[in-house]
Structure formats: C-alpha cells, structure tokens
C-alpha cells in the first residue's frame, strides 16, 4: 500500500498558496493506519526506546499507538495550561512571532531513550523545541519520527545530529 496516495492533499489551506496534508483520510483508513503505525513501531523497535514523546495534538494520534505496539509509555507535550501538574516551559520562534510547549517536570526520567513520534516535520520548531524540553529533563533523544516531511522547508537544519525517519515525503506543495 503506498500511504502518500491515503494523504489527501487540499489547496489553499489554511490560506492562498499553501497545500495542506490532511491525514484524516489516512486514519479514518483503518488498514492505512496500521500500516503508519506499524512502520513507525517497527523502526523505533531496534532504537530500545523507554518512552514515546508526542508534540499536541497531532503527535497523539501517531505516538500513542505508537507507544502500545511497543510497550512504552507516551509523553504529551502540550499547549501552555493544558497539564495539570509542575511543568517545564520553552518558547520558541515561529516565522511570524513565537509559541510555548510544556511537558510535567516529572515525565522523563535522566537517561531514558526517547522518541519523538509526530505527523509532519515542516520547518523543524516544534521537534527542535521539544527535543530541547525532553533534554532539560536528562532525557536522550535517540530518534525523531514523522508520518510525513515537507522536505522544501528543511526542518532537518534544525534537528541536524539527530536520527529523523519519515515515511512519506514531499518535495514541493
């Protein structure tokens, strides 16, 4: 099955100019959807991860399968106020301003093997900035997963040193 043709692609979404990936009609595909998460279970296998980190929200619906076909645990990281106990915080840059992430202080434990597991790697903030909270927290990233990659915006630059795995690519809108 090839899961780039279970990618819906819609024009000028959110705005003018922008092809959106919309994965709805990839999850609501239940053989589709096995089969991402099979694959992305199936390479983080060998990786002897301890946890699975998913950036909200989209990085839940990819990571906790994710998580139980291993029999890891799953971290969220959320949006600012979202989690109900101590939290650690980092804002970062976005093109037009900037955005907060916050994972429990207490999630991570120093040394456990992490995995961050999310839908689409675009520019590369979001996973550069959860991979520094992960770290600040003693954890080790071993490997960054995504359903898809947007190769044209080079989110790779910013998480260069680091183990990305992508399953479907693009190489232009």
């Known amino acids: 099955m090839n899961l780039e043709e ?11 100019g922008i092809g959106f990936k919309d994965i709805t009609t990839l999850i609501c595909d239940g053989e589709g959807f096995k089969l991402a998460v099979d694959r992305m279970a199936d390479y983080l296998r ?9 950036p909200e929200a989209r990085g839940f619906i990819f ?3 994710v998580a139980y076909a291993l029999g890891v645990g799953f971290v969220p990281i959320r949006k ?12 970062y840059d976005l093109e037009y301003g900037t955005d907060i992430l916050e994972i429990h ?8 093997r992490v995995a961050i597991v999310d839908d689409l790697l675009a ?22 997963e ?14 260069d040193g680091y183990d990305v795995q ?3 690519q693009y190489d232009s809108e």
């Not at 060998?46 to 998913?54: A, H, P, Q, S, T």
């Open 63 to 65: 990571g906790t399968p």
């Open 46 to 54: 060998e990786k002897r991860v301890d946890l699975i980190v998913g």
């Open 6 to 16: 279970k990618i819906r692609n819609v024009q000028d979404f959110p705005k003018e």
């Open 146 to 159: 995504f359903l898809i990659e947007l190769t044209f915006l080079n989110g790779r630059d910013k998480l």
């Open 123 to 144: 520019t590369g903030g979001t996973t550069a900035a959860a991979v520094k909270l992960i770290e600040k927290l003693g954890g080790q990233v071993v490997c960054l």
């Open 80 to 91: 600012p106020g979202k989690l109900p106990s101590e939290v650690e915080t980092i804002e």
């Open 166 to 168: 992508t399953l479907v």
């Open 105 to 112: 202080r207490d999630a991570i434990k120093p040394g456990q």
